[in-house]
């Protein structure tokens, strides 16, 4: 334990936060998300250092779809009103919000499949190593996925001419 | 969907996350954190350990297809149900009905829930049902998932399921839940080990935690007793010989995240924590989060001996720690205090904090010096320090002679 692991965190901690934004909607539970996966890796670091990343996202998925089931089913925190509000009106905010709002819509494991499929830009194999599933279920579950995120950008760019 | 549309999408997500960047405090906080589970780990693998030489879970050896040559056996999923509701059949059927309700449609079960145990309490019927999954190898270390526990407690006078847990093999599924309102019933059913039960942790005059404990009695398979309300905060704990017991809803008590407030002030900064060390942290009881933040201050005096303050908060109580040698000096325990104020052991002179806070001091009737940040490293010859939040009026603390 020492280097390699403070050395990992240190590059690796902000690609995996905006992997964890999109599966929570929430900065704040992404950054304890995060926080809790990694607490997770230092006890099993000597295990997991070969595959430390792959092996963090399958636990952020994990995590955030079992974080859901051990909490009986309470309605999950409101996807897109979180960190939309923000007082700043560029385009980014704007799609922020699109984005969210579409990913929201989403089952979980449909969620998973889309973020890392496009924004990790993971092979499909690798998604279904994360997600435990088959490549055809990933497939599915992304086409769907961003069937939705494509209506939802093509809504928000309709609003933004009228 | 066409492949055009797919580096539209790759930009907007790629937008949607641009403006995140992870904390720059979050390798302190991890390893922090990380440490922590180290003790609590050791804690419950022991507790595991002790459950299976109980035959409460069996291992289950794996085939090269992943799938157990033995199916896995649990006493929550293989022995009649107990409790004076047993017979009970309409109970029954209503908590099964709760549990499917409950669980939905996304997991595959394998066969009908088995109700574990039913009783009456004061706060109502209580059940513990289980039910099996296909096995599948979950856990880096080839722990197998065959089940899924929990218990139904009675909401508005009907049967309702609440939290559940996987059940692995090499692995304790908690016996314990807090049932009622107030979450002051203790239901603990028998999963073959003694279990003792106290009401809550003191602390003894070098900030350890200390804790009493009275053995539960077990009737008709489950001890139920009555104990201070625990839905503002978890006070009490159990113990099965030296290993804690799981309480299977602690999370519904309240669960704010509150980070610990990290700081370095100058020089090289020690490790020295007190959460790795034996006797400090409650391992009977239930670590619930903080509901006041946490501090870590860690840097070195002038003359650049090493210098941790570190305060641990169970609830409100805050205990106070200083380290100026790898042996920490307890500085005090208090409810909910609105700053931190340190005078370090060897004359190191003062640390004091406050969230978010300007600081200044002063020594005597001289000028008041600004310091960098919301936690200093005051000289001991400092008389008063001086605190300013937002546009409100400075308060002035002296120091004690």
């Given at each position: 334990?020492?280097?390699?692991?403070?050395?990992?965190?240190?590059?690796?901690?902000?690609?995996?936060?905006?992997?964890?934004?999109?599966?929570?909607?929430?900065?704040?539970?992404?950054?304890?998300?995060?926080?809790?996966?990694?607490?997770?890796?230092?006890?099993?670091?000597?295990?997991?250092?070969?595959?430390?990343?792959?092996?963090?996202?399958?636990?952020?998925?994990?995590?955030s779809t079992n974080r859901w089931r051990r909490r009986g089913r309470r309605p999950e925190a409101p996807l897109?009103?979180?960190?939309?509000?923000?007082?700043?009106?560029?385009?980014?905010?704007?799609?922020?919000?699109?984005?969210?709002?579409?990913?929201?819509?989403?089952?979980?494991?449909?969620?998973?499949?889309?973020?890392?499929?496009?924004?990790?830009?993971?092979?499909?194999?690798?998604?279904?190593?994360?997600?435990?599933?088959?490549?055809?279920?990933?497939?599915?579950?992304?086409?769907?996925?961003?069937?939705?995120?494509?209506?939802?950008?093509?809504?928000?760019?309709?609003?933004?001419?009228? | 969907?066409?492949?055009?549309?797919?580096?539209?999408?790759?930009?907007?997500?790629?937008?949607?996350?641009?403006?995140?960047?992870?904390?720059?405090?979050?390798?302190?906080?991890?390893?922090?954190?990380?440490?922590?589970?180290?003790?609590?780990?050791?804690?419950?693998?022991?507790?595991?350990?002790?459950?299976?030489?109980?035959?409460?879970?069996?291992?289950?050896?794996?085939?090269?297809?992943?799938?157990?040559?033995?199916?896995?056996?649990?006493?929550?999923?293989?022995?009649?149900?107990?409790?004076?509701?047993?017979?009970?059949?309409?109970?029954?059927?209503?908590?099964?009905?709760?549990?499917?309700?409950?669980?939905?449609?996304?997991?595959?079960?394998?066969?009908?829930?088995?109700?574990?145990?039913?009783?009456?309490?004061?706060?109502?019927?209580?059940?513990?049902?289980?039910?099996?999954?296909?096995?599948?190898?979950?856990?880096?270390?080839?722990?197998?998932?065959?089940?899924?526990?929990?218990?139904?407690?009675?909401?508005?006078?009907?049967?309702?399921?609440?939290?559940?847990?996987?059940?692995?093999?090499?692995?304790?599924?908690?016996?314990?839940?807090?049932?009622?309102?107030?979450?002051?019933?203790?239901?603990?059913?028998?999963?073959?080990?003694?279990?003792?039960?106290?009401?809550?942790?003191?602390?003894?005059?070098?900030?350890?935690?200390?804790?009493?404990?009275?053995?539960?009695?077990?009737?008709?398979?489950?001890?139920?007793?009555?104990v201070p309300a625990q839905s503002d905060g978890l006070s009490i704990g159990l113990r099965s010989g030296d290993?804690?017991?799981?309480?299977?809803?602690?999370?519904?008590?309240?669960?704010?995240?509150?980070?610990?407030?990290?700081?370095?002030?100058?020089?090289?900064?020690?490790?020295?924590?007190?959460?790795a060390m034996d006797g400090y942290e409650d391992r009977y009881g239930y670590p619930t989060p903080p509901l006041?933040?946490?501090?870590?201050?860690?840097?070195?005096?002038?003359?650049?001996?090493?210098?941790?303050?570190?305060?641990?908060?169970?609830?409100?109580?805050?205990?106070?720690?200083?380290?100026?040698?790898?042996?920490?000096?307890?500085?005090?325990?208090?409810?909910?205090?609105?700053?931190?104020?340190?005078?370090?052991?060897?004359?190191?002179?003062?640390?004091?904090?406050?969230?978010?806070?300007?600081?200044?001091?002063?020594?005597?009737?001289?000028?008041?010096?600004?310091?960098?940040?919301?936690?200093?490293?005051?000289?001991?010859?400092?008389?008063?320090?001086?605190?300013?939040?937002?546009?409100?009026?400075?308060?002035?603390?002296?120091?004690?002679?």
């Amino acid at each position: 334990m020492g280097d390699d692991f403070d050395e990992f965190v240190r590059t690796r901690s902000t690609r995996l936060l905006r992997v964890a934004y999109l599966l929570t909607g929430d900065r704040h539970a992404a950054e304890d998300l995060l926080q809790e996966v990694l607490e997770q890796m230092y006890v099993r670091w000597r295990r997991v250092n070969e595959s430390a990343e792959a092996y963090a996202r399958r636990a952020l998925v994990n995590r955030s779809t079992n974080r859901w089931r051990r909490r009986g089913r309470r309605p999950e925190a409101p996807l897109a009103h979180h960190d939309v509000a923000e007082p700043d009106h560029s385009d980014d905010v704007v799609i922020r919000a699109a984005v969210l709002d579409a990913l929201h819509e989403l089952p979980p494991r449909q969620r998973a499949a889309v973020v890392l499929r496009y924004l990790e830009d993971l092979p499909v194999a690798e998604v279904a190593r994360a997600l435990d599933c088959s490549e055809g279920v990933v497939k599915s579950n992304a086409s769907r996925g961003l069937d939705r995120l494509r209506s939802a950008l093509t809504s928000q760019e309709s609003g933004s001419m009228t | 969907m066409t492949d055009l549309d797919v580096p539209r999408v790759r930009d907007a997500l790629d937008r949607a996350t641009g403006h995140l960047d992870a904390p720059p405090d979050l390798l302190d906080r991890v390893r922090a954190g990380g440490r922590r589970r180290v003790v609590r780990r050791r804690t419950l693998l022991g507790a595991g350990l002790a459950v299976a030489a109980g035959g409460s879970v069996a291992g289950a050896r794996l085939l090269r297809n992943g799938g157990p040559e033995v199916m896995p056996v649990s006493n929550r999923l293989d022995r009649p149900t107990r409790g004076d509701l047993a017979g009970d059949e309409d109970y029954l059927r209503r908590v099964r009905a709760a549990w499917r309700q409950h669980n939905g449609d996304e997991l595959r079960f394998v066969g009908e829930p088995h109700v574990t145990w039913a009783g009456r309490t004061p706060a109502g019927p209580v059940a513990l049902v289980a039910q099996r999954l296909p096995p599948r190898v979950v856990s880096p270390v080839g722990q197998v998932e065959f089940g899924l526990t929990g218990f139904v407690g009675t909401v508005d006078g009907r049967p309702a399921a609440g939290v559940t847990e996987q059940m692995l093999t090499e692995a304790a599924n908690s016996p314990a839940f807090l049932a009622g309102p107030r979450r002051d019933v203790l239901v603990v059913v028998d999963d073959d080990r003694p279990v003792s039960y106290s009401s809550a942790v003191r602390w003894d005059d070098q900030g350890r935690a200390v804790r009493t404990f009275r053995p539960l009695a077990f009737t008709n398979g489950a001890s139920v007793s009555t104990v201070p309300a625990q839905s503002d905060g978890l006070s009490i704990g159990l113990r099965s010989g030296d290993e804690g017991v799981g309480l299977i809803n602690m999370g519904e008590v309240r669960w704010t995240p509150m980070p610990t407030l990290v700081r370095t002030l100058g020089g090289a900064s020690s490790d020295w924590d007190v959460v790795a060390m034996d006797g400090y942290e409650d391992r009977y009881g239930y670590p619930t989060p903080p509901l006041v933040r946490e501090w870590r201050i860690a840097g070195a005096s002038p003359d650049g001996r090493p210098f941790v303050v570190q305060t641990l908060v169970t609830g409100r109580t805050v205990r106070t720690f200083a380290f100026v040698t790898p042996q920490p000096v307890l500085i005090g325990v208090a409810e909910s205090p609105k700053r931190l104020e340190v005078r370090l052991p060897a004359g190191l002179g003062w640390v004091v904090a406050e969230e978010g806070a300007s600081i200044a001091y002063r020594v005597g009737a001289g000028d008041w010096i600004p310091v960098t940040g919301d936690a200093a490293l005051l000289p001991p010859a400092a008389t008063q320090w001086r605190v300013t939040r937002g546009g409100a009026r400075p308060a002035v603390v002296r120091l004690p002679d």
